[in-house]
């Protein structure tokens, strides 16, 4: 089955900058539409940034869409998330997510997810 691990995850302070990855195993990479989501405590999960399966496309939450950055590597079966200008607001549990159809992870009806990894960003 779709494995999916991410890595990156840390401590950061308000304007920082950090760089999340998610390899994924156990499946066809380019046929795959992947992204990020992130939960916050006593929040909703919400879709962060999402990219199609030929890479051309994406899509981001309005309010990181100036700051976070997609991509996907096919040599290394990897996606990134480039996180820039980091405010606390973006501290959650970001989680890397991968489905057939795009419609799906826009609509965050998705099947494979990954574990998370934790981003803490302080005042």
């Known amino acids: 089955q779709v494995q999916l691990v991410e890595s990156g995850g840390g401590s950061a302070q308000t304007g920082d900058s950090l760089r999340l990855s998610c390899t994924i195993s156990g499946g066809t990479f380019s046929r795959l539409a992947l992204g990020w989501f992130r939960q916050a405590p006593g929040k909703a999960r919400e879709r962060v940034a999402s990219i199609t399966r030929d890479g051309l496309s994406a899509d981001y939450l309005e309010s990181v869409k100036e700051r976070f950055a997609i991509s996907r590597d096919i040599t290394r079966n990897t996606i990134y998330l480039e996180m820039s200008r980091l405010q606390p607001e973006d501290t959650a549990v970001y989680y890397c997510?991968?489905?057939?159809?795009?419609?799906?992870?826009?609509?965050?009806?998705?099947?494979?997810w990954g574990q998370g990894t934790q981003v803490t960003v302080s005042s």
């Open positions: 997510a991968a489905d057939e159809r795009y419609l799906s992870m826009l609509r965050g009806r998705i099947v494979y």
